[in-house]
């Protein structure tokens, strides 16, 4: 009788810690599980901003995004704090939010989606998009041939042969960029025409230096640029999602989804503001009104 005795409390404590173990990680309850898929941390995150970072940073390099190698390291260091920052806002929303508190601390994450990872990070490379746009000329004569192929001649030929304009044009506007923004010296090598020769205004066509720096106070200031990066993250976030493009095979897993309103401008804005903050707190200046 003394040995059941003793033993019924060990039973007891294993029994229980079992049920909390399989409440904890269970597929939808328990504060571990919540923690885990998404209210404080969420391994598919560091999926996306590995990769998301490898292709943005490669893109603004490829375009002229960053202009210095200061700039670049400060973009850096921004992108490294990325995902703790978000999962921080994001958490103290929830615990702020007394029906999203309620359930975290039931052990349920709250099926509520308040930010963007994929629009917070935009602010770190928007903000130096004007030195791309420097070079205004490769980039008119591009999106021109984007928009004449994938939204124009697609109505006109009808949809037999739409696919192939559409992947055409995408060919064709991105071979008219690179050949105008680095065609010089490669057509010097190999005795080929200039691109100011073949382009003509595409190929030379520049904004001053005045109006760049005007460009880049207004996206750094803290009083316009996130309001400006908002507006162009939303502006992107509707012409990616168009059917026209999505209708297009395996390009339109590059693509992001559509997302309301609220979730792209709160997004895009708090994230301008962050890397704002990094800026500020590495000695830069802080610019409030351009």
């Given at each position: 009788?003394?040995?059941?005795?003793?033993?019924?409390?060990?039973?007891?404590?294993?029994?229980?810690?079992?049920?909390?173990?399989?409440?904890e990680?269970?597929p939808?309850?328990?504060?571990?599980?919540?923690?885990?898929?998404?209210?404080?941390?969420?391994?598919?995150?560091?999926?996306?901003?590995?990769?998301?970072?490898?292709?943005?940073?490669?893109?603004?390099?490829?375009?002229g995004?960053?202009?210095?190698?200061?700039?670049?390291?400060?973009?850096?260091v921004?992108?490294?704090?990325?995902?703790p920052?978000?999962?921080l806002?994001?958490?103290g929303?929830?615990?702020?939010?007394?029906?999203?508190?309620?359930?975290?601390?039931?052990?349920?994450?709250?099926?509520?989606?308040?930010?963007?990872?994929?629009?917070?990070s935009?602010?770190?490379?928007?903000?130096?998009?004007?030195?791309?746009?420097?070079?205004?000329?490769?980039?008119?004569?591009?999106?021109t041939?984007?928009v004449?192929?994938?939204?124009?001649?697609?109505?006109?030929?009808?949809?037999?042969?739409?696919?192939?304009?559409?992947?055409?044009?995408?060919?064709?506007?991105t071979?008219?960029?690179?050949?105008?923004?680095?065609?010089?010296p490669?057509?010097?090598?190999?005795?080929?025409?200039?691109?100011?020769?073949?382009?003509g205004?595409?190929?030379?066509?520049?904004?001053s230096?005045?109006?760049?720096?005007?460009?880049?106070?207004?996206?750094?200031?803290?009083?316009?640029?996130?309001?400006?990066?908002?507006?162009?993250?939303?502006?992107?976030?509707r012409?990616?999602?168009?059917?026209?493009?999505?209708?297009?095979?395996l390009?339109?897993?590059?693509?992001?989804?559509?997302?309301?309103?609220?979730?792209?401008?709160?997004?895009?804005?708090?994230?301008?503001?962050?890397?704002?903050?990094?800026?500020?707190?590495?000695?830069?200046q802080?610019v409030?009104?351009p």
């Open positions: 009788m003394e040995e059941t005795r003793r033993s019924i409390p060990l039973d007891s404590v294993r029994e229980a810690t079992a049920t909390l173990l399989s409440r990680f269970s939808s309850t328990g504060h571990a599980t919540a923690v885990l898929a998404g209210c404080a941390f969420a391994p598919s995150l560091l999926t996306f901003w590995f990769i998301n970072g490898l292709l943005d940073f490669s893109t603004a390099l490829a375009i995004a960053v202009g210095s190698t200061s700039g670049l390291v400060v973009r850096l921004a992108y490294l704090l990325l995902v920052t978000f999962l806002l994001r958490i929303y929830y615990l702020v939010h007394p029906k999203h508190r309620r359930a975290v601390l039931a052990g349920t994450c709250p099926n509520a989606t308040l930010f963007s990872l994929d629009w917070f935009v602010g770190i490379l928007a903000t130096g998009l004007p030195l791309a746009f420097q070079r205004l000329g490769p980039w008119i004569g591009a999106n041939v984007y004449v192929g994938l939204f124009v001649l697609p109505r006109v030929l009808g949809q037999r042969t739409s696919l192939a304009v559409k992947l055409g044009s995408l060919a064709v506007g071979i008219v960029f690179l050949y105008a923004s680095y065609g010089a490669v057509a010097a090598a190999f005795g080929l025409p200039a691109p100011a020769a073949v382009l205004p595409v190929a030379t066509l520049t904004l230096d005045a109006t760049t720096v005007l460009l880049l106070r207004v996206t750094n200031s803290v009083f316009f640029g996130p309001v400006v990066v908002a507006v162009a993250a939303l502006s992107m976030n012409i990616l999602t168009r059917p026209e493009l999505t209708s297009i095979p390009f339109r897993h590059t693509l992001p989804s559509r997302d309301p309103a609220r979730i792209v401008l709160g997004s895009a804005a708090l994230g301008t503001l962050f890397y704002l903050g990094v800026v500020a707190a590495f000695g830069g802080v409030l009104v």
